[in-house]
């Protein structure tokens, strides 16, 4: 089932319609301009006041403060909880490389830690959609390295809202941005990233982009 919003008024989003029938889809704007509000509306924590919403009714969710969706004493039951069987979840973790924090308590975990076991718990359960709030903040390069690969390799439909302009091109297929709870761009994320309209908006380049300038060819991330 796709995810489609009709005309959505609550809070600050000022008559927000969206399609999403696949891929992955970063929502970009300033403080303010109503990218969390979009996503609890999309999982239905948030009702709009006038306006229609229809998503899928299996939608995983990680919010901006990883530990808010822990609630077990070690890492392991975490994703054993959703995962179902205790041998695939110490796999997953070993499969990221972080099967030494099995046994730890997720509370203890650092903010990057912690970040990759929320997404991994918001996705786990095999949702039709998972939508993320802020999937690099707080994160070190390699566990912002890790997230890119979990959310790269899912082949579920992602919604995300960030900051983070060099990894919404590194990982997003389309670019969405707000701007006072209004859609003003609605783009493949080269296109918008390597045009112009984003840029008129008020966004810097990414550097990726600068260096994809400077060589003549497309580039989306430094890393590559």
Request: glycine share 12%; proline share 4%.
């Amino acid at each position: 089932m796709s995810l489609r919003l009709e005309d959505v008024w609550v809070r600050v989003l000022q008559g927000v319609s969206l399609e999403v029938s696949g891929g992955v889809v970063a929502i970009l704007g300033r403080n303010g301009s109503g990218k969390t509000t979009l996503l609890r509306v999309i999982t239905g924590l948030l009702k709009p006041d006038r306006g229609r919403v229809e998503a899928p009714g299996r939608v995983g969710a990680s919010w901006q403060n990883p530990y808010f969706s822990f609630h077990r004493q070690t890492v392991l039951e975490e994703l054993e909880e959703v995962a179902g069987d205790r041998g695939y979840a110490a796999e997953v973790l070993e499969s990221y490389g972080i099967g030494d924090l099995a046994y730890r308590s997720p509370f203890t975990l650092s903010m990057g830690q912690a970040r990759l076991l929320s997404i991994l718990l918001a996705t786990l359960w095999g949702p039709e959609l998972v939508v993320v709030d802020e999937p690099t903040s707080g994160l070190g390069p390699g566990e912002r390295s890790m997230v890119s690969r979990l959310l790269a390799g899912l082949g579920t439909t992602i919604v995300f809202a960030t900051h983070d302009l060099d990894f919404a091109l590194e990982v997003a297929d389309r670019v969405v941005v707000l701007d006072r709870g209004r859609v003003v761009l609605d783009l493949p994320s080269l296109e918008a990233f390597y045009g112009d309209e984003l840029y008129r908006l008020g966004f810097p380049r990414p550097l990726a982009v600068e260096v994809g300038l400077a060589l003549g060819r497309v580039v989306r991330s430094v890393s590559c």
